[in-house]
């Protein structure tokens, strides 16, 4: 399972910054998928994820209400819609997907099983 992350950037409080992450159509059709974010010394920190079919979206409370994700399966790309960024969003953020399809949808980092490589979110005050 390859992920591939793009979409981020260095923008100040408040602003917005989308996310996107493209992988083979099989996994967009078979895996629940997600986004996670780290920051250096702390431990991986689950935002939110969809399942596969896009039926049922999970939140981190941290995110809940500013951050949307979703999914196009037809385009095979997933989304992570970012408004009113604050400087803790700062981190690394990655592309997840759920170990296989009968997984129940992810609610923690721990939960997923393939990752792919992070995009750095930066928020200046």
């Known amino acids: 399972v390859q992920l591939q992350a793009s979409g981020g950037g260095l923008v100040q409080a408040g602003d917005s910054l989308r996310l996107s992450c493209t992988a083979s159509?099989?996994?967009?059709?078979?895996?629940?998928m997600g986004w996670c974010r780290q920051v250096p010394g702390k431990e991986r920190e689950f935002v939110a994820s969809?399942?596969?079919?896009?039926?049922?979206?999970h939140y981190a409370d941290s995110v809940k209400g500013r951050f949307t994700i979703s999914k196009n399966n037809a385009e095979n790309t997933m989304y992570l819609q970012m408004n009113s960024l604050k400087p803790e969003d700062t981190a690394v953020y990655f592309c997840?997907?759920?170990?296989?399809?009968?997984?129940?949808?992810?609610?923690?980092?721990?939960?997923?099983?393939?990752w792919g490589r992070g995009t750095q979110v930066t928020v200046s005050s």
């Open positions: 997840t997907a759920s170990r296989h399809m009968y997984t129940p949808l992810p609610r923690a980092s721990s939960d997923f099983g393939f």
């Open positions: 159509a099989r996994t967009f059709n078979t895996l629940h």
């Open positions: 969809i399942s596969r079919i896009g039926g049922d979206i």
